[in-house]
């Protein structure tokens, strides 16, 4: 056999070699990243870029703005490979967590889970109790009380279906502000009629009226809106495609443009919805903002004189940059309480100073 033929096998061989070692790679972390998303396989944290992040699902600030509580879940990260690697089998479980929102502690010493193939969701706090969802992987929609002074379960999972059999709430996607003089929840169930949930007794009662949909954890920025909410300002466009407010009283434009206004919708230190008015500290207001138009991890929060329109404060506020498959940015939540702003986004829980507009306090939201 001569050199050349010799070479010619040679490099067959190795590229033979090569396309079945990278095949047999590609089939292993394939399925290495199905196992370990579905919970199977533990401790591969790290092989070839695999890992986890936590991930904001939905919450909300209680009624005092004593508390925050909220769910997250784990998220696998993109790996940092070459080649197609195809993501499976997504099951991790949401966690279920409460922070006292004055001394940055975490109230639960283990947060609670669910089942990895289930979803949680945080509906609505009233008087230290937080109503809860969870979405069960083909079985619907289960619900919970979780009573904050005693730190524990009122009513688990599956025990508010037993005490009313006759009611099935399973496929419901819909759940209401309860504006009555009665405590509890209000949800519209299968049958398309409105039960009131008594949180003493667990026991619904049908409820008539018109109420208006609590935007729980499906809703992206429902403490903020971008429409024209306030009949003295309104928005146009004076440097590219920025936007400017302009003061229609007495003609003041202000001092920053911003790529989006949000303002801040906040009612009595309450969640609110799009139609709510612009929430005033004193004779300032507040714009959320990204920062550049190509991403909304970073955010920047503005406060203005609503007479002046001019720039008190503004502060980016910090977040880290989300490495899964499909970031999810956009949701802060917000919060007054005498001269301090709470702000949760992604990442964080900050006190935010609002004579200074500096961060006091930041504490992360995960273990």
């Not at 083909?138 to 730190?151: H, P, R, T, V, W």
């Not at 001092?255 to 206004?261: K, L, N, P, S, Y």
């Not at 498959?325 to 949760?344: A, C, M, N």
Request: with cysteine; charged share 25%; hydrophobic share 35%.
């Amino acid at each position: 056999m001569n050199l050349r033929r010799k070479f010619i096998f040679l490099f067959l061989g190795i590229l033979i070699f090569s396309l079945a070692t990278s095949s047999l790679w590609r089939r292993f972390l394939n399925n290495s990243i199905s196992e370990y998303t579905t919970g199977k396989l533990k401790g591969i944290e790290g092989l070839a870029g695999i890992k986890s992040t936590s991930v904001f699902q939905s919450g909300l600030f209680s009624e005092d703005g004593k508390y925050f509580v909220y769910t997250y879940r784990p998220e696998v990260e993109r790996p940092d490979v070459d080649g197609s690697i195809t993501m499976r089998g997504f099951a991790y479980p949401t966690y279920f967590q409460v922070i006292d929102c004055a001394t940055g502690k975490k109230i639960l010493s283990q947060p609670v889970e669910s089942g990895k193939y289930d979803q949680l969701y945080v509906l609505w706090e009233q008087n230290d109790l937080v109503w809860l969802m969870k979405r069960e992987d083909n079985k619907g929609n289960l619900l919970a009380l979780y009573d904050l002074k005693a730190n524990k379960f009122r009513f688990n999972f599956g025990e508010l279906e037993k005490l009313n059999p006759n009611i099935s709430w399973k496929e419901s996607n819909r759940f209401l502000r309860n504006t009555t003089t009665q405590k509890g929840l209000i949800v519209e169930a299968n049958d398309k009629r409105n039960y009131l949930i008594d949180p003493e007794t667990g026991k619904v009662s049908a409820n008539q009226g018109k109420f208006s949909s609590l935007d729980m954890a499906d809703e992206q920025n429902y403490q903020v809106s971008d429409l024209d909410i306030h009949p003295i300002f309104r928005k146009e466009q004076l440097n590219g495609s920025r936007t400017s407010i302009i003061n229609t009283k007495n003609k003041a434009t202000s001092d920053d443009d911003f790529i989006e206004v949000k303002y801040l919708t906040l009612s009595k230190n309450k969640e609110a919805g799009y139609n709510s008015s612009i929430t005033f500290y004193k004779d300032y207001f507040f714009v959320l903002s990204p920062v550049t138009a190509d991403e909304e991890v970073n955010m920047e929060l503005t406060m203005l004189d609503k007479n002046t329109l001019k720039t008190a404060w503004k502060l980016q506020l910090p977040q880290d940059k989300l490495k899964t498959f499909t970031p999810h940015y956009g949701f802060e939540r917000f919060f007054i309480k005498g001269d301090q702003l709470w702000v949760s986004n992604n990442n964080y829980l900050m006190t935010i100073d609002l004579s200074s507009g500096k961060i006091v306090k930041q504490e992360n939201l995960y273990e």
